[in-house]
């Protein structure tokens, strides 16, 4: 007898189902009440001290052993004791210390508005998070602290900054009353001695209500007023601005100069204390050859390091400060200015660095080649129309061939055979057909006698890399190199050929190279 059995049906899998609803509800539930745990262990006062106290103690160095802050505190104080009114009533101190604290308020509460508005709006929603992905939850909890401890941390430091300034202004205000009551005082005879005859005058008119603003700014400005030339007048005048204004500006520098000063012997003594490192970078295994030597404490080796593999890797394959086309006879001569060029890069070196080892004399051999088939672009015939690994004995033999584009290719041989089979090998990749073939050599005497780097010795070269421009005609009137042609954009592409592999971007920056320059997602060189 036939039956029909649904895997839903079965007793075990509803069983789970059932089971695991339950588990995922109560689990969720039980996340939901552990983030409201994590929240309300997070909202505690002994954090919130704990922060406030902290950000307090960071402004006490700041206060304490910088002396451009001390210079600051000074200065601020010598300008408010020159343009204060010593002759201030005791309830108009009054009223302007409580006009600063009620600005104080607004400030205070702007700060506690801030703290409110990240915790409201950013701690709770980020931990809560932790009810449904811990990882997402850290991340974004982790970017809110920062951006809260970052912008409150300021907020803070002002505000205990502005409550100390504050204080410290209705401290001097209840002294200075206080010490003129004192002096005000009939028993008291220092009043006397200080004010002499005046004595009497100044304990009725000073602090009263209707007496005269003094200062000592309004003092000099009245003694400036006296004099009788207003040439001496504007002289004087400008002269004590500028004097206050130079002293407070040369104070900063020689402050600013004093913690440079120090600041750098410190840097120097931990520099010194640090270890010394020296590294020896490889950036390609392939290239043993080419190495980095870096040496100093190692902060400054670790900095220098990235720099160095950065800088290696843009200019690796690219030619810096190299022309990239044919010699200058062959530039100025008509010749065709669309297709493709090789331009190939030979060395007395198998593999880079490409300098002087010792006395060694370095040879670099520079062969152009224009009107490429592309057909004929591959990796392996590249290397081999250079001898291949090998390279081919390079020397004083030079093969000299006129082709029927009018350009003129010359390669130098060890010996005359050797000139001729290489320059037929470049050829090959050319389209171009010799007209005229001569092999020439040149003799070590006159100037190549007196100067030996003139003659050329019998030297082994190999492949460096070879440059592939492909120069073509495009449409566009803001693109490209302008001639009395028209417009041409070169695009190139440099490729080691020292390499015993081929690149695995070869095909791909090949076929790039060669697709139309004027299409439309084709931007200007």
């Not at 206080?178 to 009043?191: F, H, M, S, T, V």
């Not at 002087?356 to 088939?373: C, F, M, S």
């Not at 073939?437 to 190549?448: G, I, P």
Request: proline share 4%; charged share 25%; net charge neutral.
């Amino acid at each position: 007898m036939a039956f029909t059995l649904t895997v839903g049906q079965l007793y075990s899998r509803t069983t789970r189902l059932q089971v695991g609803a339950r588990a995922g509800a109560k689990g969720f539930l039980e996340r939901i009440t552990q983030a409201g745990r994590q929240i309300a262990n997070f909202v505690t006062w002994g954090n919130l001290k704990g922060f406030l106290i902290g950000a307090a103690l960071a402004q006490i160095p700041t206060l304490i052993f910088s002396l451009t802050n001390l210079w600051s505190m000074f200065t601020s104080a010598a300008i408010e004791l020159y343009y204060f009114d010593w002759n201030i009533p005791d309830d108009r101190i009054d009223q302007q210390a409580k006009s600063r604290w009620q600005a104080y308020g607004g400030i205070l509460g702007g700060t506690a508005g801030n703290a409110i508005g990240f915790f409201a709006c950013g701690v709770v929603p980020a931990s809560s998070l932790f009810a449904f992905d811990e990882r997402l939850a850290s991340y974004v909890l982790k970017e809110v602290s920062e951006e809260a401890f970052e912008e409150l941390t300021f907020e803070v430091a002002y505000v205990l900054r502005l409550s100390l300034r504050n204080l410290a202004r209705q401290s001097a205000g209840w002294l200075y009353k206080g010490a003129r009551r004192w002096l005000k005082d009939p028993k008291n005879p220092i009043g006397g001695l200080l004010f002499g005859s005046n004595a009497q005058k100044v304990r009725e008119t000073w602090g009263e209500a209707n007496a005269p603003s003094w200062s000592f700014a309004q003092a000099v400005e009245e003694k400036i007023e006296k004099i009788p030339s207003q040439f001496w007048q504007n002289f004087t005048e400008e002269l004590i601005e500028e004097a206050i204004d130079a002293c407070i500006e040369a104070g900063y520098v020689v402050s600013n100069s004093i913690e440079g000063y120090y600041a750098q012997q410190k840097l120097a003594q931990t520099l010194n204390r640090e270890a010394q490192r020296v590294v020896e970078v490889t950036p390609n295994r392939v290239n043993e050859a080419e190495k980095f030597v870096l040496a100093g404490p190692e902060s400054d080796v670790r900095a220098q390091l990235t720099t160095v593999l950065t800088t290696h890797q843009m200019i690796e394959d690219r030619d810096v400060g190299q022309v990239i086309g044919q010699p200058l006879d062959e530039y100025i001569r008509a010749r065709p200015l669309d297709g493709l060029r090789l331009q190939f890069k030979l060395y007395s070196l198998k593999t880079p660095p490409y300098s002087r080892r010792g006395d060694k004399r370095l040879v670099e051999v520079v062969v152009t080649i224009a009107d490429i088939d592309r057909a004929k672009l591959d990796w392996d015939r590249l290397r081999q129309v250079c001898g291949g690994p090998n390279g081919y004995l390079w020397g004083r033999f030079r093969a000299s061939a006129r082709l029927d584009n009018g350009c003129t290719l010359k390669v130098y041989g060890g010996t005359p055979d050797e000139a001729e089979d290489r320059l037929r090998a470049f050829l090959s990749l050319s389209s171009a057909e010799i007209k005229t073939l001569s092999v020439t050599e040149e003799k070590k005497e006159a100037e190549r006698l007196v100067n030996p780097s003139m003659f050329k010795d019998v030297t082994r070269v190999y492949p460096g890399h070879v440059s592939i421009i492909n120069r073509q005609r495009t449409l566009y009137l803001d693109r490209g190199k302008p001639s009395r042609n028209g417009n041409f954009i070169d695009k190139r592409a440099r490729f080691d050929l020292w390499r015993s592999v081929q690149p695995p971007d070869f095909e791909d920056r090949v076929r790039e190279l060669l697709r139309r320059a004027d299409s439309a997602d084709t931007a200007s060189p």
